[in-house]
C-alpha cells in the first residue's frame, strides 16, 4: 500500500501573531494545491491566529506540547481541552528538547500520548537518540525504547492516530543531516518494532516522519526511501521560500 507523504512544519518558540498569520496566510497560497498532507505548529499564543487562517484549507493544525492532565492546578500548561477549543487536530510529543533539555520522561509523554488520543487528537510521537547514543552503538535500543513506552496502553485502533517521527537529536538544527541511507536504516527498524507491536498490517500503514535538519535541498533524496514517509521541519519551516519546496518536493 502506498503511504501519503505527511508534511509538517514546527514552528517552535519563533514568530508574534501577526508574523505567524503572515507566514500562514503565504503558506496557504502556495500549498493548496500540494499533494501531500501539510501540518504547521505554532505557539500558543498563535494558535487561534492561525488557526483562522488555515481553517478550510488543506493544511492541519499542530500544537508543539500539551499537559499530561485535563485540567486543574498546573500552572504554565496547557491542556487538551483548551487545545480542542482552539482547532488543533494534532499534538507533537516527546520532542527532543521537550525530553532533553525539559527532562520529560517516557512515562510522561506516554501519559501525554494518551490523554492526547482520548480526546480526538493525532499524535506525532517524537523519537531519536542523542550522538554519543549514536556512537555508542545504541540507535535501535534508544529508538525502541522510546516507541515501545511511548505508546505503552495504545490500541491498535488508537494507532491510526499516531505518528512516529525519527530525529536524530545530533542532527536537530546542527545543519547535519542523517544521510538518506542512515535515516531509512532506523525507519525501516522502528517499523518492525511497530510490526512486533501491532502486527504487520499497521506497520505497512503507519507514517514515519523524519526531522533533522530536513532542506529543500535534501528533502527529494530523504523521501525516494521506501520506508521515510514525510518531514518533521524545524528551521526551514520558518519561511516560505524553505518549506514550500520541502512541502512539494
Given amino acids: 500500500m502506498s503511504r501519503q507523504y505527511y508534511i509538517a512544519g514546527n514552528w517552535k ?4 501573531r501577526s508574523e505567524a498569520a503572515e507566514l500562514a496566510k503565504t ?25 483562522a487562517i488555515v481553517k478550510g484549507t488543506n493544511i492541519r493544525l499542530g500544537a508543539q506540547n500539551c499537559a499530561a492532565e485535563e485540567q486543574g492546578a498546573h500552572t504554565g500548561e496547557v491542556s487538551v481541552l483548551q487545545l480542542k477549543d482552539l482547532g488543533v487536530q494534532t499534538i507533537i510529543l516527546g520532542h527532543s528538547e521537550r525530553r532533553h533539555v525539559y527532562k520529560e520522561d517516557d512515562a510522561l509523554i506516554n501519559k ?8 480526538g487528537f493525532e499524535v506525532i510521537l517524537c523519537i531519536g537518540e542523542l550522538l554519543e547514543e549514536r556512537e555508542a552503538g545504541k540507535v535501535e535500543a534508544v529508538c525502541e525504547t522510546q516507541t515501545v513506552k511511548g505508546l505503552e496502553g495504545v490500541s491498535a485502533a488508537e494507532l491510526a492516530n499516531i505518528v512516529i517521527a525519527y530525529e536524530p537529536v545530533w542532527a536537530i538544527g546542527t545543519g547535519k543531516t542523517a544521510t538518506p541511507e542512515d535515516a531509512e536504516a532506523v525507519h525501516a527498524f522502528t517499523r518492525k518494532v511497530i510490526g512486533r507491536l501491532y502486527g ?15 532542506k529543500p535541498d535534501n528533502a527529494a533524496q530523504l523521501m525516494a526511501k521506501e520506508n521515510i514517509d514525510g518531514a518533521l521541519v524545524g528551521g526551514a519551516a ?3 521560500d524553505t518549506f514550500v ?3 512539494k518536493f
Fill in 13 to 16: 518558540m519563533h514568530k508574534t
Fill in 27 to 51: 503558506l496557504a497560497g502556495q500549498l493548496k494545491d500540494g499533494q501531500h498532507k501539510y501540518l504547521v505548529a505554532p505557539s500558543f499564543t498563535s494558535l487561534e491566529t492561525v488557526a
Fill in 112 to 119: 501525554k500520548v494518551k490523554l492526547a488520543l482520548k480526546h
Fill in 200 to 214: 504487520a498490517e499497521a506497520a505497512e500503514k503507519i507514517i514515519i516522519q523524519y526531522g533533522g535538519s530536513v
Fill in 238 to 240: 520558518l519561511t516560505p
Fill in 245 to 247: 519546496p520541502i512541502a
